[in-house]
């Protein structure tokens, strides 16, 4: 079955930096990658997500990429900001299978002010 | 609308007591699934509903039950608490299998 392995586990960045999480999947058949934020307290909410036939999608400042041949996915924030501070959650699954996204173990993200 | 509602927020279970962590949504959604949280673990499905009358077991499903008699309502049962069963529970619900989960606000049990 599926494994989604996420790196690294908590990552502390500056203020206005950029932040790049990246997600690793065994199954080569998955063909959906979203990315969920968990603010503390709340469950988590979708940011983007992508599918296997397109390489790159941006929303402002957060983009995922996504390369096939390697099997990995990454999350890239630019200007980060306190708000962006939360856990990450990167998923995987393939679209025919059953109803079961394989999820990563997060990245707890940390903006120093 | 109120999304994904679950109660209770906070629960205090002992060793062996059953109880039913409630999950409803007003979207119209089909697909609705529980699933647990525990440090360092991410989040790993308990059981998961694609339908009224439909359900299925996911990853750790041992020690729960769920039913799905009406499409808002998808609650989750546990038998027999089990300190290991000390966690968070996060109830969801979608349009389909690659559109977005929209999520609970979480249930906190802790089993003594």
């Known amino acids: 079955g599926e494994n989604v392995e996420q790196h690294p586990s908590t990552l502390s960045v500056q203020e206005g930096d950029s932040a790049v999480i990246k997600c690793t999947y065994s199954d080569s058949a998955s063909n959906y990658f979203p990315w969920y934020k968990q603010e503390l307290g709340k469950g988590p909410q979708l940011i983007i997500d992508i599918r296997s036939n397109v390489g790159e999608k941006k929303d402002q400042r957060i983009a995922v990429t996504l390369n096939k041949t390697a099997k990995h996915f990454s999350l890239h924030i630019t200007e980060t900001q306190p708000e962006d501070s939360a856990v990450y959650f990167c998923?995987?699954?393939?679209?025919?299978?059953?109803?079961?996204?394989?999820w990563g173990a997060g990245t707890k993200l940390i903006i120093k002010p | 609308n109120a999304g994904v509602t679950q109660t209770p927020k906070f629960q205090v279970l002992k060793t062996g007591q059953s109880m039913t962590l409630q999950c409803a949504q007003d979207m119209n959604h089909e697909y609705m699934s529980w699933y647990r949280q525990d440090p360092g673990m991410g989040l790993r499905l308990i059981h998961y509903?694609?339908?009224?009358?439909?359900?299925d077991q996911g990853e750790v499903p041992n020690g729960y039950n769920v039913s799905r008699s009406t499409t808002e309502d998808f609650p989750l049962r546990l038998l027999s608490a089990a300190p290991s069963q000390t966690s968070v529970y996060f109830c969801?619900?979608?349009?389909?299998?690659?559109?977005?989960?929209?999520f609970g606000p979480g249930t906190r049990l802790t089993v003594t």
């Open positions: 509903s694609v339908g009224a009358g439909i359900t």
């Open positions: 998923a995987a699954i393939r679209l025919d299978s059953n109803y079961q996204l394989i």
């Open positions: 969801a619900s979608s349009k389909g299998t690659a559109s977005e989960q929209y």
